[in-house]
């Protein structure tokens, strides 16, 4: 559907699904047929008079002003009146359709009069739902046009050269139809036998009947059954050749429901030559290069035939039937309370109807006189006998079933039960009953002891019945396809029963039974109380929570059987992990995976994200409670996330960062009973954008509960969520993508045994040459496996021995240049992420075919240091980029940690620093004595330390190809007075340092210069310089404008270097107090 911000929907034409053409002009001065329009309508919301204009045009987009006569046109000049289109108004109102449509609609009716159609065809599309009051919805997309419509302005239409904007008015003439049919090649709708050769020898039943009588009989044919025909025998592959069928069959293909009767032509014409004029019409519509002048109008003309044709058949049924529903007229006070009229009925019903049992569409309210935009409504409700069992041996034991198409849908329109003589006052038949009834024969000995029903959101779809001895009948209607739920209504033995129905003007949208017992309505916690999709569970032991949010109830609200642990849940110890796909904030979850060791069951669709938790479903950890974390805004919440609980007091959250905080509003815990184990979800669905709507859980009575006994471990990953969040909030600006939602996962980093990675997969969010997540994996058998990121296909892995600790985490992004976010930041997805370990090992996760050394590829780098350690991962990401940190926390909390200058806002405040003085592994002091810049292509990539140990420490890129090293010694008697640094287009080109002996005169102010790198051929474009002193600075050469100097603090000296954890270039000093 087409949609334009701060304006009117476009209107569109029911019969085609082109557009309504909005043009300020009359159709005299504007060239399209699609802005040549009419309007079945009405005045006033309580007026039942309906009337059709004469052809008009759109005054705007939902305003057609046409002529009161339909007659005349707007080319005339005669009275208009403006009408509102697809919604009602207190003046005219109806339902507008091209002039050109409503003739080929006209011509499918041939033998009704037009008065007669009008106010059936009113009521079909009152009763039809038309989303946002722009284009109905008849379970198609009209043959390709609502998808193939594109405009490149609102109201103007563009791509006219498709054959969706031909004018299927329009016919060419016959003869020059029949002309070319004299050098076509003959097409047959798609048929191709090669009939130069001879079939084989063999006879055929058929060939012993006169030649007129087997002509006639395949004029019942379609021409390809026809031509099929010829391959029985050799008489038929002659007597059935096209060039040998009489002018009798060929004019037989122009009429219903043969392959050509959208012409509709004139069949008094006697002198007609029928098999040119076909094979004419079959060249234009096999014309591939619709150069033919009006082929694409045939083509166009057939699609719209195909369109009409079903809408026709039922109107012309509505219109020769005539009849009121059959059934008792009852009048409703609430859901489940009814109240007759009928004085004669009354005595079998009594005054007040209580219902038992009732399943509907999306029904609107009564009193909602609006167009439907969804669902259904209710025109009146009937009430009828309805007999479990057979009264008299003598009467036919059979219910029939009438079941009405419209469009492309069928539904259930009227249900006769045949088990007992009619009765005057109260008859067993409810509905309308159209031709071709259904005919399900009812077991003699058997009582009916449930009714399976089928509904959509716009009625009653299909029906079976369930007997005593378990035995079924067939489907009547449809039941299998999108949009479907199923529900049972159980019927006592001891009871007897009526059947209810809500109609529309067509079909049955409501059904339910009334107990004359007095039984009530079922409770709700039961699944024979709700309607389900796919199906209805078949364990009739399932207890089920109420659902969550508990705001915006719909009538027609299915739930989605989500059973993953299978009958009596045996599945639930080879549960592993258990996934939850996500989108955004407000469109959270869209659905689940349950991993187990052998398969995966998927329920619902798959997301932008996948979140992962690790289940040891073999150890005993069971799902036992939920939690639906909710927002409410003006009166309506919706979902976004859950947390899921374990018998191992674990409460996993899967939601992403709360954009508004102020707004949460969540649900209540989830349980089942004690003696109860959790089987499965269960859900809700959004009906626009097919979102889960609402959770609860589903369980079976436990057999042993010995297997999910209470355990306690530890979830550092839900810790680290509460203490993170609030920081993440701020980093996750950097991947931030406006219509998803960022997702936070964290590992701690503690007492890990192994750390495997997992790589993308082909047609979801990341592909195989990303890392798209981590799992770690824990000596301590009291911490739980922990996944980061998302988990998709598993690549390898590193073991890390008992007190083995996690020293240093890269990570390698991929840079996407055409998304730009808040900060000066580019987003990426993972590449590569390199682990380095106390014990001096370190593992590289990346896909095979993934080079890291190359430069479109951004490092981010984060190391432990003597003051702080890495403690944990944190992996923020959504359906498009990641971001990946460390949580960095100082060794001794008590000692005041380092002063960086400058400091910088997150995302790039986290630092990796280099140190002029460590202590070795003996604890003694180990000095700098040489720094050492790694450079390639003029750039400084990566700067080491060398101590007098021997030992190094570096951060950026240091063990790439091509690097060159230049180095500057450094003694343990100089101070550094100067320290400047020089940038490049993010680049750092220049390193440089001004020292003094310590010994020497305090207040000098010379130093010798040492130079680290200098760039030869490139000036900076922006110079940092921190000086020991303001007096330093102030004698300090002046540079270009975007520079800033920096004083060394007071009792504090530099002790070290850091460069930005996400942006090697950003550099700058480490101080420490005096004090310390």
């Known amino acids: 559907m087409l949609q334009y911000p701060n304006t009117q929907p476009d209107s569109y034409c029911p019969f085609c699904g082109v557009i309504l053409h909005y043009t300020p002009f009359a159709p005299i001065k504007c060239p399209f047929w699609f802005s040549a329009i009419r309007a079945v309508f009405v005045k006033g919301t309580a007026s039942d008079t309906v009337a059709l204009t004469g052809v008009g045009y759109l005054a705007s987009r939902n305003i057609l002003r046409a002529p009161v006569d339909s007659k005349s046109s707007c080319k005339d000049e005669?009275?208009?009146?403006?009408?509102?289109?697809f919604r009602t108004s207190d003046s005219c109102w109806g339902y507008g359709f091209h002039d050109a449509c409503w003739r080929l609609f006209l011509a499918c009716l041939p033998d009704i009069d037009e008065a007669d159609i009008i106010k059936p065809l009113f009521r079909f599309f009152w009763s039809t739902e038309c989303p946002r009051f722009s284009i109905f919805s008849l379970g198609h997309d009209y043959a390709g046009a609502t998808e193939m419509q594109k405009r490149s302005l609102p109201g103007e239409p563009f791509k006219l050269s498709l054959f969706f904007y031909a004018d299927p008015s329009y016919v060419p003439p016959f003869e020059d139809l029949k002309d070319l049919a004299s050098t076509?090649?003959?097409?047959?709708?798609?048929?191709?036998?090669?009939?130069?050769?001879?079939?084989?020898?063999?006879?055929?039943?058929?060939?012993?009947?006169?030649?007129?009588?087997?002509?006639?009989?395949?004029?019942?044919?379609?021409?390809?059954?026809?031509?099929?025909?010829?391959?029985?025998?050799?008489?038929?592959?002659?007597?059935?050749?096209?060039?040998?069928?009489?002018?009798?069959?060929?004019?037989?293909?122009?009429?219903?429901?043969?392959e050509q009767d959208f012409i509709f032509p004139d069949f008094t014409t006697s002198q007609e030559d029928w098999f040119r004029l076909f094979l004419g019409v079959d060249e234009y519509l096999n014309d591939k290069s619709k150069s033919l002048p009006g082929s694409k109008n045939l083509i166009n003309r057939k699609r719209v035939r195909g369109l009409i044709e079903p809408i026709a058949r039922l109107l012309e049924v509505k219109i020769r039937i005539r009849g009121q529903p059959y059934g008792v007229r009852i009048t409703p006070r609430t859901k489940y309370e009814y109240v007759c009229s009928d004085s004669q009925a009354r005595q079998q019903l009594g005054s007040h109807l209580r219902i038992s049992r009732i399943f509907g569409g999306q029904l609107a309210s009564q009193d909602y006189q609006n167009q439907l935009t969804e669902g259904c409504r209710p025109v009146e409700y009937m009430v009828a006998r309805f007999p479990t069992r057979t009264m008299e041996p003598d009467f036919p034991n059979e219910v029939r079933i009438s079941v009405v198409k419209i469009a492309n849908n069928k539904y259930v329109s009227g249900i006769r039960i045949a088990r007992s003589p009619p009765a005057a006052a109260f008859p067993s038949e409810i509905g309308y009953f159209m031709p071709g009834e259904t005919i399900i024969r009812l077991p003699d000995q058997d009582e009916i002891r449930t009714l399976e029903v089928v509904f959509s959101a716009t009625g009653l779809r299909g029906i079976r019945f369930i007997y005593s001895s378990g035995a079924s009948s067939p489907w009547a209607g449809q039941f299998r396809g999108e949009g479907l739920a199923r529900g049972l209504i159980q019927l006592e033995s001891s009871a007897e029963y009526d059947i209810i129905a809500g109609l529309d003007y067509y079909k049955i949208i409501e059904l339910g039974l009334v107990a004359k017992n007095g039984d009530t309505a079922e409770?709700?916690?039961?699944?024979?109380?709700?309607?389900?999709?796919?199906?209805?569970?078949?364990?009739?032991?399932?207890?089920?929570?109420?659902?969550?949010?508990?705001?915006?109830?719909?009538?027609?609200?299915?739930?989605?059987?989500?059973?993953?642990?299978?009958?009596?849940?045996?599945?639930?110890?080879m549960l592993k992990r258990v996934v939850v796909h996500m989108v955004s904030d407000f469109q959270s979850v869209v659905g689940f995976s349950f991993v187990f060791e052998k398969h995966t069951l998927s329920l619902g669709k798959t997301g932008e994200a996948e979140l992962s938790a690790v289940i040891n479903g073999p150890g005993g950890e069971r799902i036992t409670n939920l939690q639906v974390l909710g927002y409410e805004f003006r009166y309506e919440q919706r979902m976004r996330g859950c947390q899921i609980g374990t018998n191992y007091s674990r409460n996993?959250?899967?939601?992403?960062?709360?954009?508004?905080?102020?707004?949460?509003?969540?649900?209540?815990?989830?349980?089942?009973?004690?003696?109860?184990?959790?089987?499965?979800?269960?859900?809700?669905?959004?009906?626009?954008?097919?979102?889960?709507?609402?959770?609860?859980?589903?369980?079976?009575?436990?057999?042993?509960?010995?297997?999910?006994?209470?355990?306690?471990?530890?979830?550092?990953?839900?810790?680290?969520?509460?203490?993170?969040v609030e920081?993440?909030?701020?980093?996750?600006?950097?991947?931030?993508?406006?219509?998803?939602?960022?997702?936070?996962?964290?590992?701690?980093?503690?007492?890990?045994?192994?750390i495997t990675a997992s790589t993308g997969s082909e047609g979801r969010s990341r592909t195989p040459c990303n890392v798209s997540g981590l799992r770690f994996d824990y000596h301590d058998e009291w911490h739980c496996p922990t996944i980061v990121g998302q988990w998709m296909n598993e690549l390898d892995a590193f073991e890390l021995d008992q007190g083995e600790r996690i020293e240093g985490l890269t990570v390698?992004?991929?840079?996407?240049?055409?998304?730009?976010?808040?900060?000066?930041?580019?987003?990426g997805r993972v590449i590569a992420i390199r682990i380095d370990s106390s014990s001096k090992r370190h593992k590289i996760f990346k896909a095979d075919n993934v080079d890291i050394s190359l430069e479109e590829y951004k490092q981010q780098q984060y190391q432990s240091n003597l003051?702080?350690?890495?403690?944990?991962?944190?992996?923020?990401?959504?359906?498009?980029?990641?971001?990946?940190?460390?949580?960095?926390q100082l060794v001794n909390p008590a000692i005041p940690p380092p002063i960086l200058i400058p400091q910088h806002d997150v995302p790039f405040d986290q630092a990796q620093k280099l140190f002029f003085e460590i202590t070795d592994q003996t604890s003694r002091l180990d000095k700098l004595v040489q720094m050492v810049a790694h450079v390639r292509n003029n750039e400084v990539l990566g700067v080491s330390f060398d101590y007098q140990s021997g030992c190094r420490k570096s951060m950026g890129y240091t063990d790439i190809p091509n690097l060159i090293e230049y180095s500057i010694g450094l003694t343990d008697y100089e101070d550094i007075l100067v320290f400047e640094v020089e940038i490049w287009r993010e680049r750092i080109i220049r390193i440089e340092f001004e020292t003094r002996r310590s010994n020497g005169d305090p207040s000098s102010l010379e130093g010798t210069r040492k130079s680290l790198f200098r760039s030869p051929g490139n000036?900076?474009?922006?110079?940092?310089?921190?000086?020991?002193?303001?007096?330093?600075?102030?004698?300090?050469?002046?540079?270009?404008?975007?520079?800033?100097?920096?004083?060394?603090?007071?009792?504090?000296?530099?002790?070290?270097?850091?460069?930005?954890?996400?942006?090697?270039?950003?550099?700058?000093?480490?101080?420490?107090?005096?004090?310390?």
């Not at 950097?734 to 890990?752: K, M």
Request: aromatic residues 10%; charged residues 20%.
């Open 812 to 827: 390698w992004l991929s840079t996407e240049s055409c998304y730009r976010t808040v900060n000066p930041v580019e987003p």
């Open 652 to 724: 996993i959250v899967f939601s992403a960062i709360p954009r508004f905080p102020h707004l949460q509003k969540d649900s209540e815990l989830l349980e089942l009973p004690k003696n109860y184990s959790v089987t499965g979800l269960i859900a809700t669905k959004d009906a626009d954008d097919n979102t889960l709507q609402k959770l609860g859980l589903q369980g079976h009575p436990s057999k042993n509960h010995s297997s999910s006994e209470s355990k306690r471990i530890r979830d550092l990953s839900q810790e680290l969520r509460e203490s993170q």
């Open 1019 to 1076: 000036k900076g474009d922006w110079t940092s310089t921190w000086c020991a002193t303001e007096a330093i600075a102030a004698k300090m050469p002046v540079k270009q404008a975007l520079s800033c100097q920096y004083i060394f603090p007071e009792d504090a000296k530099l002790v070290g270097l850091y460069v930005a954890c996400q942006e090697f270039s950003r550099i700058g000093g480490v101080f420490q107090s005096m004090d310390i």
């Open 523 to 573: 409770e709700p916690n039961r699944i024979v109380s709700r309607l389900w999709s796919p199906m209805v569970p078949n364990s009739r032991n399932i207890r089920i929570t109420p659902l969550r949010p508990s705001l915006n109830v719909r009538p027609f609200e299915p739930i989605i059987d989500m059973n993953f642990a299978g009958s009596n849940g045996w599945l639930l110890p």
């Open 867 to 888: 003051r702080e350690n890495l403690t944990a991962i944190s992996w923020i990401l959504n359906g498009t980029f990641d971001r990946v940190r460390a949580v960095i």
């Open 727 to 754: 920081y993440d909030k701020v980093f996750a600006v950097t991947i931030n993508v406006l219509t998803q939602g960022d997702f936070c996962t964290y590992a701690p980093f503690e007492s890990v045994r192994r």
């Open 78 to 85: 005669n009275p208009t009146v403006d009408i509102t289109l």
């Open 184 to 258: 076509s090649q003959f097409h047959a709708q798609g048929v191709e036998h090669d009939y130069s050769s001879t079939p084989r020898e063999r006879t055929s039943p058929l060939e012993n009947l006169p030649v007129e009588l087997l002509y006639m009989v395949s004029s019942y044919l379609s021409l390809k059954d026809v031509l099929g025909l010829r391959l029985l025998s050799r008489p038929f592959y002659r007597l059935l050749a096209p060039e040998e069928l009489p002018q009798s069959f060929w004019k037989t293909r122009f009429m219903v429901p043969h």
